[in-house]
């Protein structure tokens, strides 16, 4: 069975320092793992994903995650927070069902505040 | 390159009416389908998914429904709806590592 669990329902920081959104996984496969953000009234928007290449992710506006496996981790940081930033985000977990297909799991989203 | 399309983007509903929102899938075929639920103030949970036209899989108990009468076509329905049926409804295509969102459906039930 799969589940992401992220640590944090909620995370402040000052404009311009850094970000850590934490999450855990935990699957029965060699999983594929995405962030996704969501600002306020708007769709989902995929910001980096996981699949089995390379463990550091570059994804869009300067985030990135890493993914470790002993640890079952794939936090997602930023060096420098802007106000931009201030949104939802959504650690998932992707893993195959039988005949090939994915079965996919949210976790319960981290809501980021970024101070000025 | 594939696309998604759901619709409404708003919608205000009576406690007791029906209710269909519908998610349609291009640039693909045979893909994965979900239904996820975003309700204020909590995470997204996934309500259905479905690997195939008519076969739909329930992950919690509740007053709605799913039905994929086409391989790119997925419905949500109520028969009749709930205050707590209030929220941020989302549908999302996969084939294997790819996939993507619809831009969602927020319903407010009064």
């Known amino acids: 069975a799969q589940s992401v669990t992220q640590l944090d329902s909620h995370v402040s920081v000052s404009e311009g320092t850094p970000v850590l959104l934490r999450c855990n996984y935990s699957s029965s496969y060699s999983p594929s793992l995405f962030w996704y953000v969501q600002h306020p009234n708007k769709g989902l928007q995929l910001l980096l994903k996981?699949?089995?290449?390379?463990?550091l992710v570059k994804g869009i506006n300067g985030f990135e995650a890493e993914f470790k496996k002993s640890e079952t981790s794939f936090h997602l940081t930023k060096p420098s927070a802007h106000m931009s930033d201030a949104a939802e985000y959504f650690c998932?977990?992707?893993?195959?069902?039988?005949?090939?297909?994915?079965?996919?799991?949210f976790g319960t989203g981290t809501k980021l505040q970024v101070i000025p | 390159s594939q696309t998604i399309h759901q619709w409404p983007a708003t919608l205000v509903q009576p406690v007791g009416s029906p209710l269909s929102l519908e998610c349609t899938v291009e640039g693909t075929s045979n893909p994965n389908l979900y239904w996820y639920r975003q309700a204020a103030g909590r995470g997204l949970q996934l309500l259905f998914y479905?690997?195939?036209?008519?076969?739909i899989s329930s992950e919690v108990p509740q007053n709605l429904s799913a039905s994929r009468p086409q391989d790119r076509q997925f419905i949500l329905s109520s028969k009749k709806l709930l205050l707590s049926d209030s929220g941020f409804y989302l549908c999302?295509?996969?084939?294997?590592?790819?996939?993507?969102f619809g831009s969602g459906t927020r319903l407010t039930v009064v």
């Open positions: 479905s690997v195939g036209i008519g076969q």
């Open positions: 999302a295509w996969s084939i294997e590592e790819r996939g993507s």
């Open positions: 996981y699949t089995s290449a390379a463990t």
């Open positions: 998932v977990v992707s893993e195959p069902l039988s005949g090939g297909y994915q079965k996919v799991t």
